[in-house]
């Protein structure tokens, strides 16, 4: 059974910084696509980063310079480092973890970002 706990969520000021967690079960971790993506309530699930098993990344342009997704492939834990946080990132935040050759993909119960003052 596969299973995807994202942790580290919450509220934060704009300007400062938080850190996502993904611990993956079920999955060969280390092959797998494991990504971060993102939805408003009323607006489509949109990507926010993405990282191969080659270390191959992928960002939004919105969050470029300010995220930095990573791995830990002893850990079976993918990290979203989110600095510089504006109200707009406010979202619920998603890990996915897919295939290589698939085109859909495992999907975490979520975790809540605020960035307000």
């Known amino acids: 059974q596969v299973q995807l706990v994202e942790s580290g969520g919450g509220l934060v000021q704009p300007g400062g910084s938080l850190r996502l967690s993904c611990a993956a079960s079920g999955i060969i971790f280390k092959i797998f696509v494991m990504g971060w993506f993102r939805q408003d309530p009323g607006k489509q699930r949109e990507l926010v980063a993405t990282?191969?098993?080659?270390?191959?990344?992928n960002y939004a342009d919105s969050v470029k310079g300010r995220f930095t997704i990573s791995r830990d492939n002893a850990k079976n834990t993918v990290y979203l480092q989110m600095n510089s946080l504006k109200p707009e990132d406010t979202a619920v935040y998603y890990c996915?973890?897919?295939?290589?050759?698939?085109?859909?993909?495992?999907w975490g119960q979520g975790t809540q970002v605020t960035v307000s003052s």
């Open positions: 996915n973890a897919r295939p290589p050759t698939a085109t859909q993909g495992y």
């Open positions: 990282m191969t098993s080659g270390g191959s990344t």
